[in-house]
């Protein structure tokens, strides 16, 4: 499943969004691939708020749901969300962890 709306309203202009692929996705998580090319999109990195909103607009990412990504460098990361799923922070995926572990060998074989 791919992304490629050209650009959203965002603070009173418009802003592209981020080309990404949605690689995998269950009742506990989404896994994102940033697809680029930068030059033209920006990185979901850049514009995490943007992607969250679109994934919870979508019905792709819904309550109690983990979001991971492989940025736009191939490094996997999970992005964390508050309450109201909104974007609140990145952090790097706890091998320890078997859901962001899961993530990361889907982003190794997508």
């Keep these: 499943m791919s992304y490629k709306e050209e650009s959203v ?19 506990k998580g989404v ?9 033209i999109f920006p990185t979901v990195t ?3 708020e943007v992607v969250v909103a679109e994934l919870v607009k979508r019905l792709i990412l819904t309550q ?5 990504y ?6 996997p ?14 952090t790097a995926i706890d091998e320890n962890d078997s859901l962001a ?3 990361r060998i889907i982003m190794e074989i997508a």
């Design 46 to 48: 850049n514009a995490a």
């Design 64 to 68: 109690g749901m983990r979001l991971f």
């Design 31 to 39: 896994v994102l691939r940033d697809v680029g090319p930068w030059d």
């Design 101 to 103: 572990y899961g993530a």
């Design 70 to 75: 492989s940025d736009s460098e191939g490094d």
């Design 77 to 90: 990361g999970e992005i964390l969300l508050y309450d109201d799923m909104t974007f609140k922070c990145f």
């Design 9 to 27: 309203k965002q603070g009173g202009g418009k802003m592209k969004l981020p080309r990404y692929d949605v690689i995998g996705i269950n009742a």
